[in-house]
């Protein structure tokens, strides 16, 4: 099994807005939002960076709670598998691809479904079991065998806030560090 990391391939992988001060956080969203870049439609409620701090802060707690070890504070993203439709969201897209046995399964988390959805969707009325959750290593296999993999039934007619791949909280860096050298962009340079 792989987890996959899909980004643009101009800018690198692993970039975050979690990562920045709020205010420039806000400032890229906002950008992002005026060139109505996909990963901006979650400002709803014109809180996008305030409701992300909420939502990794969740994460966070639950995972220290079943017992995670995270070496980082903020998560970085990827899907438990191949999720086709995550290339449609870039211009160029690219992706990385890393085998599961290389993460300490202490160090991640999953969530059936992204995980703003998963903790913002009860408050619209979906009460779905892993709505409010996330999983260990040894208790997602439980919820993709009762549900299958999302990504394998997506369509372009899957409602947006239904889950459409499961999602990797990657809580240690370091297992990233060798493929994001790997995916610098050319006109880069490394100081």
Known sequence: MFLYHYFEKERGPFLSLSSLPDEE?????????????IFARRNFDRKYIQNRRMVED???EEFMRKGGKPKERKPQ???????HHCKSWFDCADFIKIPL???????????????????????FGDKSEYRLNIYMNNEIWDIIEKH???QDAWTEKTPHYAPSYVEVQVWNYTPLEKYKLLHIPSHSQIL
């Open 25 to 37: 956080a806000v400032e890229i969203h906002e950008n992002l939002e005026s060139n109505n870049n």
């Open 58 to 60: 969740w994460l966070h």
């Open 148 to 150: 299958g993999f999302p």
């Open 101 to 123: 046995n290389e993460f300490d399964i202490n160090t991640i988390s999953f969530t059936y479904g992204d995980s703003f959805p998963t903790f913002f969707a009860p408050q």
């Open 77 to 83: 993203y990827m899907t438990l598998g191949e999720c």
